[in-house]
């Protein structure tokens, strides 16, 4: 089992940054990749970005290519995503997710987080 809690979200106006952080525990020996998503009010959760564990391979989604960055900490078992130039858009509760399968795609995990809000006003 591998455990997930974000946080770093928060209320920020547009233009403004933010910086999530998700902290694994549990058999975080076995994460072979992470990743984040959100889901805003009405819609479905969609897939933000995912980075591989060994030797962090990253993949965005095309809606925050250029503004959110992904990366990883294995000493403290920790992502993070990086959000600049934040839109009113962008807001939505983002969860944390974790593979302990290996897998050719970054868009499927095992676990996931509980989220945290992330609210851009305009």
């Known amino acids: 089992q591998v455990q997930l809690v974000e946080s770093g979200g928060g209320l920020v106006q547009a233009g403004g940054s933010l910086r999530l952080s998700c902290a694994a525990s549990?058999?975080?020996?076995?994460?072979?990749?992470m990743g984040w998503f959100r889901q805003a009010p009405g819609k479905e959760r969609e897939f933000v970005a995912g980075?591989?564990?060994?030797?962090?391979?990253?993949y965005d989604a095309d809606s925050v290519k250029g503004r959110f960055t992904i990366s990883r900490d294995n000493a403290k078992n920790t992502v993070y995503l990086q959000m600049n130039s934040l839109k009113p858009e962008d807001t939505a509760v983002y969860y944390c997710?974790?593979?302990?399968?290996?897998?050719?795609?970054?868009?499927?995990?095992?676990?996931w987080g509980q989220g945290t809000q992330v609210t851009v006003s305009s």
């Open positions: 997710a974790a593979a302990t399968v290996a897998r050719t795609s970054l868009r499927e995990y095992d676990y």
């Open positions: 980075i591989t564990w060994r030797n962090a391979f990253t």
């Open positions: 549990g058999r975080t020996f076995s994460i072979k990749a």
